[in-house]
Each structure stands twice: as structure tokens, then as C-alpha cells.
């Protein structure tokens, strides 16, 4: 049986349950390989180090304590989370470690839970780094928020299972599809060579928890695994092992009818027309003629909604299908004007924010 050292600090709660919560999203509550459903809880110095796996993804949190007794111990990782936020807020938090047994004081609360012996946790190991640079973390949190939608869910489609990180003279792009829609943001960035990966959507969802927007973030990349450090946290991943398509070809080239509506209007409006459908699949129809939309949708059981709105448009008339859903996640993103492109009723239209130039969304038509 692996030794179990003394283990005695106190620290905020808040602090402690932000790290912990990140950490829930990795490890699985049950695990047939028990230290892989558990957090590591190092003491030392004036540090205590949380560290948890997944074995695809690893996370390392490091946290100011007052540290009385350094040791180290396993215990489960959404035990210590439950407990931790249902303690009162503002207060600080005692752990000790006592023979087989850790305890938790905050308060007048006091918990006991049993710790692990069995196994031990293993980060992703680092590789070498061959790409390592950085940017403001508001800048790659924005981004990957306003294209995290679009990615697979698909396992069949596992190489389209995330989100594309590539660059390209000078600037760094992230791209996100699943065949019906596609989502791409764009900045300038300071990189020496140009590179492409594609980052898991698990580890895409995990990152966006530990990016704190008043800092930078740093970025590594080897031929197999990213790293993204940010204020207290290292999170590494694996990569996944794929092409990502070229997105760039399906992107149209030319110009097509432009119409120009504000997107939160635009937004319940579908919402309202789409309520009387109960499928999960929500199509609706647009007709559009000289400066107007109408909005139009039929259920299975012969519901029927329709609205018309004024908008900026003079191209042909044309009728063309979409997913609510899919317009809805993109609408959510742009805050002022948006500007829809259209070419005809079986290509796929454009979606642009008319305030920034860095986002640009694709959403393929449906039959109707």
C-alpha cells in the first residue's frame, strides 16, 4: 500500500472551488481505474497544487495556501467539488490529512472523506514544444466562444470532433464545422511559422473554464499535444489525429445579395416563428423580395407561424430553408447588424458581423 504523508493547510474558498470546478470537467465521477476519478492535493511551501488526468487531457492548478504540513494525497475529484461549494461563501478552508482519511473544516462544517491509495496520476507528458506563443486570453476566449457550436458531435467524423488551429502569414485562425455549418474566427498574431491542429472538443469546452481574461495566455504545440497556460493553470491535451478538410474552398468567393438586419430582431423573430415546431429539428423558410423578409414555419400536426420584417435588401426574390437552430447559434454571437449573403436556394449563405471583419459563419440551406 502507498505511504500516506501528513498533509495540513487552510485556504480560501473561493480559490479552491474555481479550481475544482475546472477539474469536474475532466475526471469522470466512476472510473474502473480509481486515481483517474481522483484530484491530487499537494502542500508545499506556500503552494498547494491540484492535478488531475483523464489520460487524454491533463490539468495543473496551482493555488496560494498557508500551508502548516506538506504532503500530498488523492482524493475523489467531485467529492471534494460538492463539498467545497455548498460551504458558506467567504470563508476559509482547513484540510488535514489523518491516516486514511482527509477532513475538511470551514466553519461549524466539518467533513471526512476516505483517501486513495491505489494508482497515481499521471499528467499528459510534456513533449517537445516546437511552437510557443501568446496572446490576450479575452481575444482566444471571444473566439472560441463564437465557434464552439459548430463543432461535430459526430464520433464517425472525428477529425471534425474540434476546433481547427492554424496559421497562416502572420495571422491565427480557428475553425469549427460539422458539415452543416461552419464557424471561423481571425486575428493577427505574431507566429513564426505557419502550423494546423485540430484541438479535441472536450478539451476546447475545458479550456474556456480556465482562461481568465485579465491575463495572457500562452500556447504550446508539439506534433501530438497542445498546452494552454493561463494565470494559475497548465492544461495539456492530446491532439486529434486527423486531416481537418480544406474550409477555405467552400467558402464563396463571389459576391452574392446582401441583407442587412439587426441581428437581435432577427433572432426573435425566428424564435417566435419556430415555437409552434415540437421536432428538435426546427426548419424554417425564408422568402425574401425588395427590402422584406417573411419568416415562415409548419409543423408536423399542421401548425403554422409566419412574420414579416423590413430589411435592407434589393436582390432577386428568392426562397430558401434553414435550421432555426443553426441561425439562432450564430445570431448569438453578434451583438449589432449582421449581414446574410445569399447566392441561390441550394447554396449555403453567409453570415457576417457587420462590426467586426474577424468572424465569418457558413450555413448550408434545407429542403423544406
Known sequence: MEEISGLNFTIKRENILSALSCISGIVERRNVIDALSCVQIKASQNTVTLTASDLDISIIASLEAQIF?????????????????????????????????????????????????????????EDHFIFNFELPAADFFNFLTKIKFAMSADDARYNLNGV???????????????????????????????????????????????????????????????????????????????????YEKIIPADEGMSLVIDSSKFADAIDRVSVVILDKVKPIKFFL?????????????????????????????????????????????????????????????????????SFLHLVMPMRI
Open 289 to 357: 423580395k425588395n427590402n422584406e423578409l417573411i419568416l415562415h414555419s409548419v409543423s408536423s400536426d399542421s401548425n403554422y407561424a409566419t412574420e414579416s420584417l423590413e430589411v435592407e435588401y434589393n436582390g432577386k426574390e428568392l426562397e430558401i430553408g434553414f435550421n432555426s437552430r443553426y441561425l439562432l447559434e450564430v445570431l448569438s454571437c453578434i451583438k449589432g447588424k449582421c449581414e446574410l449573403i445569399f447566392y441561390d436556394e441550394n447554396s449555403a449563405m453567409l453570415i457576417k458581423d457587420r462590426d467586426s471583419k
Open 164 to 246: 481547427y488551429i492554424h496559421s497562416y502569414k502572420q495571422t491565427l485562425c480557428c475553425v469549427a464545422t460539422d458539415g452543416h455549418r461552419l464557424s471561423s474566427a481571425k486575428i493577427k498574431q505574431k507566429i513564426e511559422d505557419d502550423f494546423g491542429v485540430i484541438v479535441p472538443r472536450k478539451a476546447v469546452t475545458e479550456v474556456l473554464k480556465v482562461l481568465d481574461e485579465k491575463h495572457n495566455l500562452i500556447i504550446k504545440l508539439s506534433q501530438t499535444k497542445i498546452q494552454f497556460e493561463c494565470s494559475q493553470y497548465i492544461l495539456t491535451s492530446k491532439l486529434v489525429d486527423g486531416t481537418f478538410p480544406d
Open 69 to 125: 504540513t506538506t504532503g500530498e494525497v488523492k482524493v475523489s475529484a467531485h467529492m471534494a467539488y460538492d463539498i467545497i461549494r455548498k460551504l458558506p461563501i467567504g470563508l476559509d478552508v482547513e484540510f488535514r490529512l489523518s491516516n486514511t482519511k482527509l477532513s475538511i473544516t470551514c466553519g461549524n462544517s466539518s467533513f471526512s472523506v476516505p483517501v486513495v491509495t491505489a494508482g497515481k496520476i499521471f499528467p499528459i507528458e
